[in-house]
């Protein structure tokens, strides 16, 4: 079955672009935590990516955010792939390397808020059965599967509203279910939307 999903032509262009683009690497930062998320794709119909919404937490700078499965590295963690694997299987229940195949990774991020924290996060990009089931756990509120083409069509885009000493900010985002994905997790969906569609 996955097989088939890597046939797509959508995934396979991925694959390949993939393959070949350099990808930036901010890990040599001093004083700054690593990070790693996983973009997980799975086709049914046609390819989507999954989202999924952070529980309320006080204290999590990120609490309530739409994201994508992930967290910080750990000292166990052998490599910020396994970061990545770890997280998205603690989080969702998908083990990407058993029910899944790594498609490859984008450019590092860091938050440009100084009100975040000094992190460097590295997004990997994998795709997994179809019929691969979720089951959250408590730092997931909700999950949603949102079809690349949707992504990618202008009218998803939107903004995010945050009032901040006063002043009312607006970043761009996608529209996702009833939410709307911003910050870090806006930024990684265009890096990888421009993977696919350069235009």
Known sequence: MLDASLRHPTVAHLAEQLAVRPALDATHERGVRLAA????????????????????????????????????????????????????????????????????????????????PR?????????????????????????????LTQLLDPSTQSEHELLHEGARLRFPGYRVGPHVAWGLTERIVRQLLGVIDPR
């Open 37 to 116: 998320v996983a973009a997980v794709i799975r086709v049914l119909a046609e390819p989507e990516l999954l989202f999924i919404k952070r529980a309320e937490a006080v204290g999590d700078p990120w609490s309530g955010h739409m994201a994508f499965p992930g967290g910080r590295h750990e000292p166990g963690d052998p490599s910020l792939l396994e970061t990545a694997v770890r997280e998205t299987r603690e989080e969702t229940a998908i083990d990407i390397t058993h029910a899944g195949h790594l498609l490859g990774r984008l450019d590092d991020l860091a938050p440009r808020s100084p009100m975040l």
């Open 119 to 147: 992190i460097v996060i590295r997004p990997y990009v994998a795709i997994v059965h179809p019929e691969v089931q979720i089951v959250a756990s408590e730092e997931v509120a909700a999950h949603f599967w949102v079809p």
